[in-house]
């Protein structure tokens, strides 16, 4: 007989399954004796039947209704060898995408034998473009799988496939030492690649490119051509779907392999290089490569393989060419390095050095540094001085990428303009000569030699006002925040927390109780596949709320320049919630309710806006649960992208009575946030301005010159 493998889940797939969170799962373990025993797994990390858990959550009333994405997981976990076949189903995504529409509807209908002929018929072309694919058989009981995989293709898009193919290969390869770059960064790090002109360059490498995001920032920047190559062969197949699934015009070759010790690219020369490599592998080569061509600054030392990967970028470049890297702080200062820096400064090699705020990328602890490198022209004068920029100077706590882009190119932009002519930004960049910087230490690390604002530039007197100004707005900030702090009573609900019943979205959006609205985010680009200029915003034009004011609570900042163009574009209602969509790095998602003064105002990307029938919800009520963050945990998806799924947020029951309760508190709770944070901003403001007034010699203690 034929029976079909049984599938085995975690406790993070239960959670993901119902839509709550972890901790919840396992207090149904302690709590409930019929929850299904462990079927697999160890002691610490068990194992469960998906048969049995479905069928406890469903007596519970505590099973949603089952999406495309959650129809592909169980597929792929009851197939055997599922994690060869996740990766050999990447190709199939890429395969459906080029299809038209009704040609992709009715794939998932075919008959067994009928799909199976399709896939292999529709793989066998590009299977040397996917790493890792090249013997994918798809074997009768595949079918299944790929029905499943055609069906969410269909239903949510390739993308959203792709993601949870990602999910499944990141799983079960550990996911060790593997880091998305986030796309505000592969963004500012491809804008450094454009030149004087604003030409960007037609070919470009990146010999580490994991999923292939620096790439996929490259190609909507304006490269023809994409190179990458990837150690793990899951990793540079998805780089090759993803981008191909981008930006489809290009000419896209992604090979797998170690880059330093097997360089898939030999004798390329690139217009330039993208690159993210990984920090403090020791065991990269340096006894076997020793000798190797590559190293026209010196040989690596084993503890220093970042500096292997400078080179292997420089040796990839044409004359002129430039490369952009990702380098962990100590590369600038470590002592073993100091040789291999003073040559890299001493040839015109380096270029700049821009320190980042810490959390812009992984790990989130470490203010990372950007290297911009350029391999030097034997017939072009080197250089005299390197660029410095302290971009984690501002204290930017909440990462503002827009601040951070504006910092770091408003520099780059005028120096590579004319270099003899730029003054720099005193405290934020400048323009070091190369004899200042080749001493002993060879220490590259921007704040140590970005001076301050000269105590010239200081007056005492503005200073002493500017400080009473400021001190004036604690004080009433600080007034508002104890007011609002007064009443601190809230009842306990009991022995036990309330348990009520629950409603998705979904749910809500079928019986109207609300509506729900979504703008996309702009594309950029012509039809012809080049950058599309940013449109200027016209006199009197509506505004926009973005995402970042959500998050910042402030008014709208955007302009319809900012939205895309050619749609209908929502505009936002008094009692409207707004969710952010995106999850940023340390914080969950925020929700708002609209105000009457932003009536009418243009709904920004990446902001999910839901429109209440207020008879049946109070917009309070909503926000709060909303943003819940054990209920936005549950309902986030994507492995590249962690993006809020709107449909699977859970609401509770309530008599609008009640709600309107829930609401007032969740109101005053946002108010008190509120208010915390414009006491905040008050004090770093008057802290900050105080301190370099002291430190400036501008301002003197209290008591100074009294007996």
Known sequence: MNQQASAFV????ISR????????????????????APAGGTDTSPTYDLDAVRAWLSARGQLPEDTPADRLRTALRTHPGDTELALHLLPVVLAAARLDRGEREALPTLRDDALLRWVRSATDDGANGFPGTED?????????????????????????ATDVLAERLLEDTGGTGTYLTPRPLTDLMARLLTDSTGAFPMSVLDPACGTGSLLAAAASAGATELHGQDILAAQAAQAAVRLRLSAPERAITVRTGDSLRSDAFKG??????????????????HDDLAYDQRWAYGVPPKGEPELAWVQHCLAHLA????????????????TAGRRIRAQLVRDGALRAVVS????????????????VLERPDPQAEVPGTILLVDAAASENRDLDWATIDGTVLSAWRPYLADQDGFTGAPGIAAAMPVTDLLDEAVDLTPARHIRPASQQALRPALLTRQASELYGQLSRTATDLVGLSADGDWPPAGDRPRDWRTATVSDLLRGGALSLLHTAPPGRRTRSGQPQPRPEAELGARPALTAADVFENRPASGTEADLPAGIALPSIQTSDVLLTELLRVRRTAVARVVEPDETGCFLGPHLLLFRPDQRRLDPWFLAGFLAAEQNVNAATTGTSIIRVDARRLRVPLLPLAEQQRYGAAFRSLHELR?????????????????????????????????A
């Open 10 to 13: 975690t406790a993070a797939d």
């Open 17 to 36: 399954l119902a839509g709550v969170t972890r901790a919840t799962v396992s207090n149904w373990r302690r709590r409930h004796p019929d929850f299904p």
């Open 136 to 160: 994918a058989a798809y074997a009768p009981e595949a079918a299944g799988p790929l029905r499943a995989l055609l069906q969410c293709v269909v239903t949510d898009g390739a993308e959203a």
């Open 268 to 285: 390329l020369t690139a217009d330039a290089v993208l690159c993210n490599p990984p920090y403090g592998v020791r065991d990269w080569g």
């Open 319 to 334: 004359p002129g060419g430039r490369a952009v890297l990702l380098m962990p702080p100590a590369v600038a200062e470590r």
């Open 356 to 371: 980042l705020p810490q959390g812009a990328a992984t790990p989130l602890h470490i203010g990372l540094h950007l290297w």
């Open 674 to 706: 509120a208010a915390a944070r414009r006491a905040d901003r008050a004090a770093e403001d008057v802290t900050r301005l105080l301190s370099t007034g002291l430190t400036g010699g501008a301002l003197l203690p209290r008591g100074h010159g009294s």
